[in-house]
């Protein structure tokens, strides 16, 4: 493949050749859809495939030769999560348990992304209900790192994180309760925004509703922002989504780290792992920043232990989710899933609670650090990415230890964080840091983000 194959463009490039009439979205779709017959067989991406993406591709050429595209992603393609409505398909939520019908109506993200124009290529894989990071599920097996196929490409959004990394595409849909966007983007060399709580509307709610956002997981800091602009739009179906009027996240997003003050972070209510590789990474990103101008100095948020609200929130969410299940068809379920769910079932509503309480006071410690430092610098993931067919061990634990201790704070505090990839390790496998901002400051994590992206270029996975 060379750099002129449109599957390897972003969808800025793609666009501006649209708009000159150098490359048709038809021409795309097929360079694109080669890539996923030659590779998808073992990536295991996708959950289902839409057979009307020719035909959409066809009609936005139509619109392009006329000078009238629809939008701002017109024939450019995307694909959405399988835990999201896409009308015409079921939602199976990578489980064997759920519904085979199709859904009869559109996410609201989704929506976005068709209104703009975007081709949708389908559906790609989740860990079952988006429940760990791990990249398998009952229903469609294991989906595997186009880095390396004996590597995970992280969940719960693992088949996003595999289309981006194979170039099944510019753009991708992922969910994120704890991580579920941003460990998938660091594991394979994505750019994973968690917008701020409330920013891209989401219905129907699922199981993590109270902490969980739907975001952009793309190749470059800019096609994050001009997703994130087509996802960002009020939806009266969602009762907490923000009012917002119609913006273009790009813009400002230039703008440099010259004289902002960053923390970085290595306690977030207790201290995460980090492996020697991990650590390096960090300090590289920090030198980055630095030499760009920003004033970068280590820094305690202080928050309360992030280990024990999570576990609440991840555990009530779950027992919730099983106990909607027939008893005849929760044999069919992940069996960690299962277990874990019935260890919190007992919970009760004072505990709740007080989880919730302690998820308002770390949002207001988050808050209070936010007065001092314009952005937080720390990991995205304690490791590179593990084993894809490592088994599932004592979940509760390998949530704060293997899976997302760096993450899961920022859903609690409901601020916008932003995986981004700045380096390789000595096996050749991405590595990412992570920025957060004070909630609704989703243009300063973009722009801090678009810094590094271009201190730090990476190349694209070759999978083979």
């Known amino acids: 493949m060379t750099e002129t194959d449109p599957a390897l463009m972003s969808a800025e490039t793609l666009l501006a050749l649209y708009a000159r009439r150098a ?76 519904d085979t019908a199709p859904a009869t109506e ?46 995970t490409p992280g969940g719960s959004s693992s088949g996003a994180g595999a289309a981006g990394a194979a170039c ?77 009027e119609p913006r273009d996240w790009r813009a400002g997003i230039e703008g440099g780290v010259a004289g902002l003050r960053i923390g970085l972070v290595r306690r977030l209510g207790f201290a995460p792992p980090l492996d020697a590789d991990g650590e390096a990474v960090l300090q590289a990103a920090a030198r980055m920043l630095e030499e760009q101008g920003a004033q970068v100095e280590e820094a305690d948020p202080a928050l309360p232990d992030t280990r024990a609200i999570f576990s609440r929130v991840w555990g009530v969410g779950l027992a919730r989710l099983v106990a909607t299940i027939p008893e005849d068809r929760r044999g069919l379920l ?22 919730e309480a302690l998820r308002i006071e770390a949002a207001h410690a988050a808050a209070r650090f936010h007065q001092r430092f314009d952005l937080m610098l720390c990991p995205a993931t304690p490791t590179a990415a593990f084993a894809a067919d490592q088994p599932t061990i004592r979940p509760a634990e390998a949530l704060w230890r293997d899976w997302a201790p760096w993450t899961f704070a920022f859903n609690l505090t409901r601020q916008p964080a932003i995986a981004v990839p700045v380096g390789l390790d000595e096996h050749g496998m991405p590595r990412a840091v992570q920025l957060a901002a004070a909630l609704y400051r989703d243009d300063l994590v973009l722009r801090g983000a678009r810094a590094l992206e271009q201190a730090a270029t990476i190349p694209l996975a070759q999978p083979g």
């Open 23 to 98: 490359l048709s979205p038809v021409e795309v779709l097929k360079a694109v859809m080669e890539r996923v017959a030659r590779y998808n067989p073992w990536v295991n991406a996708f959950a289902a495939m839409n057979p009307r993406a020719l035909q959409a591709a066809g009609e936005s050429e139509a619109r392009w030769m006329a000078g009238r595209p629809m939008g701002l992603l017109d024939g450019v393609p995307a694909t959405v999560k399988d835990l999201l409505n896409l009308t015409g398909f079921p939602t199976r939520r990578g489980s064997k348990a759920t």
């Open 106 to 151: 559109d996410a609201p993200s989704v929506l976005g992304l068709k209104a703009a124009g975007a081709v949708i290529l389908g559906k790609t894989t989740t860990t079952e209900f988006g429940w760990k990071s791990p990249g398998d599920c009952p229903l469609h097996g294991i989906t595997r790192n186009p880095w390396n196929r004996e590597r």
């Open 168 to 244: 099944f595409g510019p753009l991708h849909i992922g969910t994120d309760a704890g991580g579920s966007i941003r460990i998938p983007a660091a594991f394979s060399g994505l750019v994973g925004l968690k917008p701020s709580f409330g920013r891209v509307p989401q219905w129907p709610l699922g199981a993590f509703s109270n902490v969980a956002c739907t975001g952009p997981m793309t190749r470059t800091v800019r096609d994050a922002a001009l997703m994130l602009s087509t996802m960002a739009r009020y939806d009266l179906r969602d009762p907490r989504c923000l009012p917002d």
């Open 334 to 355: 992940d069996a960690g899933l299962v277990d874990l769910a019935g260890r919190e079932a007992g919970m009760n509503a004072v505990d709740f609670l007080g989880a």
